[in-house]
């Protein structure tokens, strides 16, 4: 699918849960959210449906997130679905690994084959105090099994901002040096209650990490379906990654959709413009009718997002767990 700026759309980031088991300082508050009930968030059929559409419209890479994706109920039946979808070349997976380890070998004979697990801290104490959950050992442990697995690749997402972690930043990128991980370092941006914290940029963290460890070599290759820009360290067994979209704004490469957890088809992560999807199907729209709206939909996706703008009505104003990771 081509939009109107020439871009190749061909990646579905799906949220099938805004509930999650962690509470991250910068995605929900404490007390957690008012999440979507039974009837509110979309069922399984419906996600299949809208899977098609998508696929009918050239899209063959679908991401599964949350909330915390491994929440759900019979979620491996979903991935299996998903992925007997004809056009549907790869599903991946985002989570906090909490679930990960008891779910893993299901998950790959399903048909997840890329697993992002998110992870801003290697101390157990400032763990608990970003997430409100003690449960580091846990995510550890999932990451170490999952690294070994032969028909997974492994990422680990870490969100890095100022007076908040970047402490950590030469301990997480110390992952990668023994097994084939890449880790991902995220420019924090500025949505939901991630305006608090203020962002470190790429450049930043390249010197952090040369300090240590000496000149950091650009890595060419294709490692996903997203915009990290990936580099080597000598000696190091998997690649550092850095997702820059505050510094380095690649919105006129963004080549992805998103779906909320309440059936919205969102166009840019940091705008509203969209398509209410549950609401058409509930009002009995068919399959080709839905394509034919989707893709008209895809093709007006925004220029850019707007993240030097302080307001407009066009700026998403929800937290990330209600929007999907």
Request: charged share 25%; hydrophobic share 40%; net charge neutral.
């Amino acid at each position: 699918m081509i939009d109107k700026r020439h871009r190749g759309i061909e990646y579905l980031r799906i949220s099938v849960t805004d509930r999650c088991n962690l509470r991250c300082a910068y995605c929900m508050p404490e007390e957690g959210i008012s999440c979507l009930t039974h009837d509110e968030i979309l069922t399984f059929e419906e996600i299949i449906t809208i899977c098609k559409s998508a696929a009918k419209l050239g899209i063959s890479k679908i991401k599964l997130t949350g909330g915390e994706p491994l929440v759900r109920k019979n979620f491996i039946e979903l991935v299996r679905k998903i992925k007997a979808i004809s056009g549907i070349e790869e599903i991946t997976l985002t989570t906090n690994g909490l679930l990960l380890e008891n779910q893993l070998e299901q998950l790959v004979e399903a048909g997840i084959s890329r697993i992002n697990i998110s992870l801003d801290t290697l101390d157990r104490a400032r763990y608990k105090e970003i997430t409100r959950v003690d449960g580091l050992d846990t995510v550890l442990q999932a990451i170490s099994k999952a690294a070994q697995h032969p028909k997974v690749q492994i990422k680990v997402n870490s969100l890095i901002a100022k007076d908040f972690n970047e402490n950590e930043i030469l301990g997480l990128a110390e992952l990668a040096k023994n097994e084939p991980i890449s880790i991902r370092f995220i420019e924090v941006m500025p949505i939901g209650l991630g305006r608090a914290l203020k962002t470190i940029s790429k450049n930043e963290m390249i010197e952090i990490l040369e300090m240590h460890y000496g000149k950091l070599k650009p890595y060419n290759e294709k490692l996903g379906n997203g915009p990290a820009k990936y580099y080597e360290i000598a000696g190091f067994a998997g690649k550092i990654g850095f997702i820059s979209a505050v510094s380095e704004c690649f919105c006129e490469a963004c080549n992805r959709i998103r779906l909320t957890a309440n059936g919205y088809l969102k166009l840019c992560l940091h705008s509203t413009k969209g398509l209410d999807l549950k609401k058409l199907l509930r009002e009995g729209m068919s399959q080709d009718e839905l394509t034919k709206v989707m893709a008209e939909a895809i093709a007006s996706k925004p220029e850019k997002h707007h993240f030097g703008e302080a307001s407009g009505s066009y700026i998403e104003d929800k937290i990330m767990s209600q929007i999907g990771g």
